[in-house]
């Protein structure tokens, strides 16, 4: 049940509350059983306190399910309107989802509810997601920055169907409350009876928004009163207040895990709901819509930025987002000058840009599936014999060399070229016989490929027993296929 | 951070068929002719590697998109990469290059229009707010020069961003963090066509892993 790890929990606090708890939960079911619908008496199911449940029910039915209509008559009843643009807003950021993060955000509400009508509960992944979300919600402004105000609002003397219910009304007035309603925000705090004052500076510094009504706090402060206020205080007295804060604690930790897994379930292994992510508001950030997209949005940039910064050389040093960004542009644009330069080099190096020649610039599989590409592609070099390229590339830039006969020189290069033919001499016994003779350098180059296979076929062999060339012998053997 | 391999592969593949391709439209070119075909070649390379690699087959990168047609909005390109794309695959870039450039140019004139108007609104705006700021902040000396130094700091992010949006192919219509990702995605990209290509002139094997 407790789905957290131990750390978060105070060891000795936990147990009574869940002892505590567990009385609770006894005194629920006999309260309980008698009075309620079974469609959402499961999730509203206070006989304490019917303003809190209206309030419930109205937040529910905003979600999409019919309100209860026996509490029709109490003054919370007909609560102010919800903002339903807002809503939608607040919305779309739980993309529908989440039959598996239930279990997750759900530990406490079962603790609390040991209803039959729970599996609707686990059914319902709406309002499973909800909970879990809104746990998670609420155990952060309480954690940093409310210290004082949530144990308290926790750990209220809350008894069993109250204490359930609060919980339920803490998912559901977080909801409504981030979304600007008055009326369950009121309720929440009338439901909060002794840490009132807390619950009110919470309000106010958290979310601007929950406009408290005040005619309608003082509407509810009495039935609250004579709902809950003997239980109360019977618990206070069992537990005393310590106890009570350290079990508000527990149980906010406990509320917090369910949030972390949730977040963790969401933004890791399933892919499926890849919109959601989990966001945390810390001391005295906002929590409405906005703000939390906005907080979105620059923590994916500076993800982005970080992976930036691990790409770009020389940029991990750097601090601050200009400094960086410089450093992203300066790399971008030697990049691109590269690039230009690269192919001012080709083009001057070898002006046939041909290099099927050099067999081993793939692998095989490429080769072999370009292989037929190339023999329709490739023109037959017709010209006139070919130049000793080697030396002048050696001696002059290879700019002026292609300028002065670049353009006639229909030789191929790269046999030519210094660096890749020592490479081949020393590798390949049977270019180094090639390369010697210009003549037959000119043979190899001007004939059809069938002149290659012809010429490998005598030193199949020896290619084949140079085993670090092997993959080149087997190339030659495709083209020998390919060609007999 | 390096490019799949599989990238690198199809990249290499595509690069020495579209070098082909270009060597052998180039046999009367000039040097700087033929060096903007080398260069067109293997852009195209990497933006037709890249667009196949992809994970989702759909969505080929705005910068391989905009790449494309950037060499396709010149006309003495066509055969060049009518050979390399093949027809209807340049067909549809210079299609998409010539559409772009009208609508561009009509949305440019509305947007300008737009911005015009926005700005001068925003600007008095935020102007009077600033000045019942520092009204405000008069008296507590300081929080002026930490919002200034801020602006300022803003500001600068904001011409980076700017300079960096025209290098990035396509990230004109770019803002923030898609943008950013393009440039994570071009970053990458632009990478593996040097390596690739340092290894065609040097004529040695690329690491293709």
Known sequence: MNCGPPDQLPPASAPSCFLNLNWDQSMAAAAAGDHLDPALSSMVSSPASNSTAAAATDGLALHGISPQPQYGGTPLSSPPKLNLS?????????????????????????????????DQFLADPGFAERAARLSGFDGRPGGSGYGGAVPGQFGLPDAGPVGALKELELGNGRDESSVSDPASASAEMALKGPSDGNAKKRKASGKG????????????????????????????????????SGKGKAAQSNSENGGKKQGKDTSKPPEPPKDYIHVRARR??????????????????????????????????????????????????????????????????????????????LPKDIHQSCGPMQNSHFPLETSGAPL???????????????????????SNMHPLDPAFCRQMNSQHPFLNGVSDAASQVGTFWQDDLQSVVHMDIGQGQEIAATSSNSYNGSLQTVHMKMEL | MHAPRKFRKAFMAQLLVSLRAAGQASKSMGLRERRDAVRL?????????????????????AWARALVARHAVERRNEALMRRIMGGAGYEMAAAAAAAARSRKEARSRRIVRRSRRVCSGSAGRRRRVSLAAAAAAAAASGGAVRCSAMAAARRMVKARLRVLRSLVPGGEALRGLSLLSETLDYVVCLKTQVELMQCLCKGSRPKLG
């Open chain 1, 86 to 118: 807002m809503m939608g807003q607040f919305h779309h950021y739980q993309p529908p989802q989440v039959g598996g993060a239930g279990p997750g955000g759900l530990p406490i509400l079962e603790n609390l509810m040991p209803m039959g009508h729970l």
């Open chain 1, 284 to 361: 005295g950030e906002a929590t409405d819509s906005h703000s939390l997209a906005e907080r979105v949005r620059r923590e994916k940039i500076s993800q982005r930025m970080k992976l930036l910064q691990d790409l770009v050389p020389g940029c991990n040093k750097v601090v601050g987002k200009a400094v960086m960004l410089d450093e992203i542009i300066n790399y971008v644009q030697s990049l691109q000058r590269q690039v230009e330069f690269l192919s001012m080099k080709l083009a001057t190096v070898n002006p046939q840009l041909d290099f099927n020649n050099l067999p081993n610039l």
């Open chain 1, 388 to 410: 000793p390229y080697l030396n002048q590339s050696h001696q002059g830039s290879p700019l002026g060399c292609s300028l002065t006969n670049g353009m006639d020189n229909q």
């Open chain 1, 209 to 244: 928004k929950g406009k408290d009504g005040p005619g309608s706090t003082a509407a509810k402060d009495p039935a609250k009163e004579e709902s809950s206020g003997k239980r109360c205080k019977s618990a206070d007295e069992s537990n005393g207040v310590e106890d009570n």
């Open chain 2, 41 to 61: 070649s293997s852009d195209v390379a990497m933006a037709l590697a890249s667009a196949r690699t992809r994970s989702a087959p759909r969505s080929s990168a």
